[in-house]
């Protein structure tokens, strides 16, 4: 009978081992697991202090941290630093203390001093940087920008190795959103790679959720592995995940019903043939698209041309009929459901009403007036786009109304890599373009300081003097009250459309398909296109 006992007690104890073994080994496979994503162009740089399109952007949030970060419900919380500080000195100084735990990819400390340089030399006027938008409220920026002060002079101050003060030029009610674009850069680095930083792997140094690796620049497939010394490393649960360029989106849903990928954004007719599918996530987003009118060149600094082309775009027929993948029609250049009225919660759109319609008679009426005074009857235009799918649509549709409408005026798409069309686009080599702006912050100013003429994304050079004047206004935060900037931005709003500044189209929405064994990703109208992957775990 002991005997037995003995037997049954080894019995029970050995599939007690095999039980726990298959549970040990179950979620070793689960960790292990590489999640595979699609990316729909290459990036230009991964360099922080200078990258300002949506490919490099999406590599750079996963593999750096600012001050601020957007937790798993994209909340504003600590990133770098220990907490969410308020400000002194009415509301223009921040200090801020760094986390005894943040660190490098190669296990050093992030300082204070690789705050401070990083943003000095996106100020510093040699850098060349075209991503200056969230540091010019910063004391003394205009000054170094324009190379008239010393960039050292720049409102910012290392006080000790973990504690550093940022001094503004005024409040700004939307600075904890742009916090979160501030990025460190590892001052070793930045001296032994200069201005090659962020321009392939081994030029990069990451302080984020993940390490790059395998990019050597210019190839289409890397990979981002689990960066150790990451403050927050143990809730990063995927440790290893590959990346691959996808541009087709018929390629991209080929690949994720194949098993092939966990991950990709998809468009058009494929966001319809699969509106019931569980594994498909479609998030209304705060981007907005739009066409750029090149301001130094005759033919499209005309105003009554410029009129004529937005006048000739049905939007509605565009979003539902065209691109079918949940963009709204666009109606100005700042996107609906985003900005509100600081005393009653109103909407913008709704303020300022439809600022881009579709009227075919008065399109004609300004073709003939553009005619006469170019001294023109036939216009060729170029038509910039990148070489993907939905501008590719976009463009097409947009060729396609104005030959209709407008005879003598003929447009040729010209569809380029991403990195290639940002390249032209700073260089001013169009004639008209499609931009997309994704928001910093929920605030009407950071679409329409895009066009104000001193500003490095105003890739059209348009300049009006009544439009600068009415931006000014918005931005002196230290005369005016939250409800007079709202009245000002409405007032640029109009003057801007008024002049057809540009030609708004669609309203962006984000559609992923998610494999349905991925869970933790969430977007809403600030987040990039591959979302917060620290946060993706294997159900």
Request: aromatic share 10%.
């Amino acid at each position: 009978m002991m005997e037995k006992n003995k037997q049954r007690l080894l019995m029970y104890l050995m599939v007690g081992i095999v039980l726990l073994t298959g549970c040990g080994t179950k979620a070793a496979v689960a960790g292990e697991q590489t999640l595979k994503i699609t990316i729909p162009g290459e990036p230009m740089t991964v360099d922080p202090n200078k990258s300002i399109e949506t490919n490099g952007s999406a590599i750079i949030d996963q593999i750096s941290e600012g001050i601020y970060r957007r937790d798993r419900n994209n909340k504003i919380a600590p990133g770098m630093v220990e907490k969410i500080v308020q400000p002194t000195e009415n509301g223009t100084k921040y200090t801020f203390k760094i986390r005894k735990n943040a660190r490098w990819q190669d296990g050093t400390p992030v300082t204070a001093q690789d705050f401070v340089n990083s943003l000095i030399r996106t100020t510093d006027p040699k850098t060349k940087s075209q991503a200056t938008t969230g540091v010019q409220y910063i004391q003394n920026f205009k000054a170094i920008n324009t190379g008239k002060m010393n960039p050292r002079q720049l409102g910012v101050k290392a006080l000790n190795k973990r504690t550093f003060s940022i001094k503004l030029t005024k409040p700004v009610p939307f600075m904890n959103y742009i916090f979160t674009g501030y990025k460190p850069l590892q001052t070793a680095a930045i001296k032994k790679y200069g201005e090659k930083y962020g321009t392939s792997e081994k030029n990069t140094v990451a302080n984020g959720p993940y390490v790059l690796k395998g990019w050597n620049g210019s190839n289409d497939s890397w990979h981002y592995v689990k960066n150790k010394y990451y403050w927050n490393a143990k809730n990063v649960q995927i440790a290893h995940v590959d990346v691959n360029v996808v541009k087709d989106d018929n390629t991209a849903q080929s690949m994720f019903k194949s098993g092939s990928v966990d991950l990709t954004s998809v468009s058009g007719q494929f966001v319809k043939q699969n509106r019931g599918s569980k594994e498909l996530v479609v998030t209304p987003t705060g981007r907005n698209n739009y066409i750029y009118f090149n301001s130094k060149r005759k033919i499209t600094a005309n105003e009554n041309l410029r009129h004529a082309i937005s006048l000739v775009i049905d939007r509605k027929q565009l979003a539902e009929r065209v691109l079918q993948d949940g963009s709204q029609p666009a109606t100005n250049i700042v996107p609906k459901n985003y900005a509100k009225n600081p005393q009653n919660g109103r909407d913008f759109i709704d303020e300022v009403g439809d600022l881009a319609p579709t009227d075919i008679n008065q399109a004609k009426q300004y073709w003939q007036k553009a005619q006469g005074e170019l001294g023109k009857s036939k216009i060729t235009l170029d038509f910039l786009v990148d070489d993907v799918d939905t501008e590719k649509k976009l463009a097409e549709y947009v060729q396609g109304a104005i030959h209709k409408n407008l005879p003598g005026l003929k447009i040729d798409i010209v569809s380029v890599p991403h990195a290639s069309h940002v390249s032209r686009d700073f260089s001013c080599d169009f004639d008209i373009c499609t931009v997309g702006w994704g928001p910093d912050y929920p605030d009407a100013q950071n679409f329409l300081d895009g066009m104000r003429s001193n500003n490095q994304i105003n890739f059209a050079k348009t300049k009006d003097a009544q439009y600068d004047e009415i931006m000014d206004k918005v931005s002196d935060t230290t005369t005016y009250s939250a409800q007079q900037l709202w009245e000002f931005e409405k007032q640029a709003d109009q003057r801007l459309m008024k002049i057809a500044g540009v030609a708004p189209t669609y309203q962006a929405a984000q559609a992923h398909f998610v494999n349905k064994k991925v869970g933790g990703l969430k977007w809403d109208v600030l987040s990039g296109n591959s979302g917060q992957l620290q946060y993706a775990y294997w159900k």
